[in-house]
């Protein structure tokens, strides 16, 4: 009898907001998901809530901050896989 596993792996970045905080400024976390049992970590950075996608879960813009934001993260997903 074959019995295949199946194995799952995915990332998704959120941004939260502090609890006694006000303005736009919000916490980065990580949810990683590994066959289905999620964890969430934060990496210790904040964004504006005003340029963040949250359906893709990335940052937006075409300002210089944003396109750093998204290289140095994609760059950090290469060299962690």
């Known amino acids: 009898m074959f019995v295949m596993l199946e194995k799952s792996f995915g990332l998704f970045f959120f941004l939260k907001k502090p609890k006694n905080e006000k303005g736009n400024a919000r916490y980065i976390y990580l949810r990683l998901t590994v066959n289905g049992i999620s964890k969430d970590v934060a990496i210790k950075r904040q964004w504006d809530n005003l340029r963040w996608n949250a ?24 060299i962690n896989p």
């Open 55 to 78: 359906s893709a879960g990335r940052a937006t813009g075409l300002k210089e901050d944003a396109i750093a934001w998204i290289l140095r993260l994609y760059n950090w997903i290469n």
